[in-house]
T-cell receptor
Framework: AQSVSQHNHHVILSEAASLELGCNYS??????LFWYVQYPGQHLQLLLK??????LVKGIKGFEAEFIKSKFSFNLRKPSVQWSDTAEYFC???????????FGTGTRLQVFP | NAGVTQTPKFQVLKTGQSMTLQCAQD?????MSWYRQDPGMGLRLIHY???????DQGEVPNGYNVSRSTTEDFPLRLLSAAPSQTSVYFC?????????????FGDGTRLSIL
């Protein structure tokens, strides 16, 4: 079955620390890749996406992600986190031969001042 | 432009009761979907629709029904509520399921089954 793995379930950082959240998927075909963020008490919002082209994609609020096809990975990065980045982050995969968007289990990020 | 609207925001049911969670979008999106969000399990796809009159099952469809009679509306029906269906339910829509189209999410319905 297609699946999306986020190995970091809970990450705690101090402000200005660098962030990298892992995302791996199990699907051999072509995929569209997404990172969504859910701030406390809010609905999910798109952070960034990979559709085609440059495997390094930049999103909102200084986030970026790199698609490494050979590793089936789409890791999220930010050089310097802020307290306002405290949220839950979800990786999602859409195999292009399906109409499904499959989410990972999420990573809860807590940033302390 | 209201986006994706879900009603109700909160609901408490007794085991065995049925109810319908409403979802409406005003963006003329063809693709709509329902997810449930549970702690430690992320979002799991329940049902989805690629257009009016077309629905299909997601990862966890058992105990739920959907219909898509119009482009705007995509209600989710719980046939006989069970405590395992206690969750937060999100409806989402996009122009298409393809082409990397981002999903627009509603604010969610928090459902408790006693």
């Amino acid at each position: 079955a297609q699946s999306v793995s986020q190995h970091n379930h809970h990450v705690i950082l101090s402000e200005a620390a660098s962030l990298e959240l892992g995302c791996n998927y199990s699907y051999g075909g072509t995929v569209n890749l997404f990172w969504y963020v859910q701030y406390p008490g809010q609905h999910l919002q798109l952070l960034l996406k990979y559709f085609s082209g440059d495997p390094l994609v930049k999103g909102i609020k200084g986030f970026e992600a790199e698609f490494i096809k050979s590793k089936f990975s789409f890791n999220l990065r930010k050089p310097s986190v802020q307290w306002s980045d405290t949220a839950e982050y979800f990786c999602a995969v859409n195999p292009i031969d399906t109409d499904k968007l499959i989410f990972g289990t999420g990573t809860r990020l807590q940033v302390f001042p | 432009n209201a986006g994706v609207t879900q009603t109700p925001k909160f609901q408490v049911l007794k085991t065995g009761q049925s109810m319908t969670l409403q979802c409406a979008q005003d963006m003329n999106h063809e693709y709509m979907s329902w997810y449930r969000q549970d702690p430690g399990m992320g979002l799991r796809l329940i049902h989805y629709s690629v257009g009016a009159g077309i629905t299909d099952q997601g990862e966890v469809p058992n105990g739920y029904n959907v219909s898509r009679s119009t482009t705007e509306d995509f209600p989710l029906r719980l046939l006989s509520a069970a405590p395992s269906q206690t969750s937060v339910y999100f409806c989402a829509s996009s122009y298409s399921s393809q082409g990397g189209q981002p999903q627009h999410f509603g604010d969610g319905t928090r459902l408790s089954i006693l």
